[in-house]
């Protein structure tokens, strides 16, 4: 048992994470989602593609290039790897559950196939779209058969999840890298897609589990389970994607700062010094060892803004050094060393606002400097429209002499432009919902709820004319008789 999907939804979900990855990645051009179909066959069908136009703001639909992939699909068994044919990377994502990435093509191991078809050059990654097993109610089904490698190894027998789809992105030439930002934000994006069809999936069973209730309570709740689903995932998605471009903001700036006053001892050096006393220090006991490192390393790959980023350390390295010394124990010299060492990591998060380190930086206009200072430190814990807004404006100053400053303005650009459509759906879904909870005039609501049912894509706009038509008043005319009241 594995997701299964009407496939008007399957399209419509596909086509949707194609494009929010297109809008928000500015040096991707292209974008296809293959669907993973029930064990042991597996077999991959490409399900939707899509390509930006040269203007990007455009995208054409259509399973036009031909591939062993488009319908009826191709089975697990004709795209194993197999020592008679070329490896294929979707191979790779599918019996790993891991992505590639073809940042080199000419020697990509994993493209033999595409080079041999006459795609000399395809810069691309794909991501496995995963989902858990418990979450499909899998263990309910003990005799599903597993499919097998080429070795007869079972796949996934060791893991928690399943493939139910893979995402392709195509980027421009020598634009995408292993592990760069383009990667994180597909896989993020891949993660919202398996949430996205287990829900579908969910609302499938429920909707046979419940067809003893009335009609009227199930359209709603179809309705408003679907409205709640689109604002909980994407708002918040949105809301990480921007986030996480604030974060390498900041460290392109930290970056600026640091190159004009060579002298400062910053967080790349203390985590390379606190990984030399972890290596030095093991003292017979490898697996302390090795996990001080792996914390150490991945705390430089995370773009926390100070506060966090101490808070951070505090639990997550200090605490590990202190039960390091309770089962390796150091001499005092030592030990004051690498505290001093953690100290020095926890100033340096902050060097990127002190006045007396960025006072010295003149690459940029003093007064823009500030304002850009305070903008990108600015507590994210909400999401705050208006303070987007003038880092939008800052980004298309020319005098801002920061390296990904276009990207990034286009990227946050799109994102505000999504979460302004995900807030007016969260207030229509509000507002149903105190209608539907409260039980207030049933009728009128069911009426509201078809319409939007009827036409999804235009709810947003057709809402405020819907509510006037069942006599609810409309905000604007209530509000100015208030004030005509009040006088």
């Known amino acids: 048992m594995t997701i299964e999907i009407e496939k008007a939804v399957l399209d419509k979900a596909c086509k949707e994470i194609i494009e929010t990855i297109l809008f928000c990645l500015p040096n991707a051009y292209a974008g296809t989602i293959y669907r993973i179909g029930n064990p042991p066959a597996l077999i991959t069908k490409r399900i939707a593609s899509g390509i930006m136009n040269g203007d990007r703001d455009k995208i054409s639909w259509g399973l036009v290039a031909r591939s062993g992939y488009n319908p009826p ?30 940042e080199d093509p ?33 263990d309910m089904y003990s005799d599903l058969e597993y499919p097998k490698d080429y070795e007869g190894n ?40 398996g949430t996205e069809l287990l829900s579908y999936q969910l609302r499938r069973d429920s909707m046979h589990a419940m067809q003893r209730l009335t009609k009227d309570r199930l359209n709603a709740c179809n309705i408003l389970a679907d409205s709640l689903r689109n604002v909980i995932t994407k708002s918040g998605l949105i809301f990480s994607l921007v986030k996480q471009e604030i974060g390498y903001l900041r460290d392109q700036w930290e970056q600026i ?124 814990d909400r999401f705050n429209a208006s303070t987007l807004e003038k880092l939008i404006e800052i980004l298309a100053d020319p005098a801002l002499n920061i390296p990904s400053r276009e990207r990034s303005m286009t990227a946050l650009t799109h994102l505000k432009v999504l979460a302004e459509t995900m807030n007016q759906l969260e207030r229509n879904t509000n507002f149903l919902l105190r209608q539907v909870l409260n039980g207030e005039q049933s009728g009128k609501v069911e009426k509201i709820l078809d319409h939007i049912h009827e036409e999804p894509n235009k709810k947003d706009v057709s809402l405020s004319k819907m509510l006037q038509a069942n006599g609810y008043p409309d905000k604007k005319v209530a509000r100015g008789k208030r004030k005509a009241r009040q006088k």
Not at 80 to 86: A, I, K
Not at 278 to 299: C, H, I, P, S, Y
């Open 106 to 138: 000419e020697n990509d191991l994993r493209g033999t196939r595409l080079k041999a078809g006459g795609v000399a050059k395809d810069f691309h990654h794909m991501e496995p779209v995963l989902v858990r097993k418990a979450d499909l109610y899998l």
């Open 154 to 193: 079972t796949l996934w027998k060791g893991s928690d999840y399943l493939v139910v789809a893979v995402i392709k992105i195509h980027f421009r030439p020598h634009t995408i890298k292993i592990g760069s930002h383009e990667t994180g934000v597909i896989k993020k994006l891949s993660r919202s897609l």
């Open 257 to 380: 700062v640091l190159e004009d006053r060579k002298e400062l001892y910053g967080k790349k050096e203390a985590i390379e010094t606190l990984n030399g006393f972890a290596r030095n220090m093991v003292g017979g006991n490898e697996e302390l060892g090795k996990d001080l490192l792996d914390v150490q390393k991945k705390f430089l790959k995370l773009r926390l803004p100070p506060e966090k980023g101490e808070n951070w350390v505090v639990m997550q390295i200090e605490e590990r050094w202190k039960h390091f010394f309770s089962k390796c124990p150091q001499d005092e010299e030592d030990r004051k060393k690498i505290w001093e060492t953690v100290d020095r990591l926890k100033r340096s998060l902050y060097f990127g606002q002190d006045p007396n380190i960025i006072g010295h930086c003149n690459k940029i206009p003093e007064e823009l400097k500030w304002e850009w200072v305070n903008l990108i430190y600015e507590n994210t």
């Open 73 to 102: 699909g191709k089975p697990w068994i004709e795209y194993r790897d197999e020592p008679s044919r070329p490896l294929e990377a979707m191979a790779w994502c599918v019996e790993k559950q891991k992505s590639w990435t073809a």
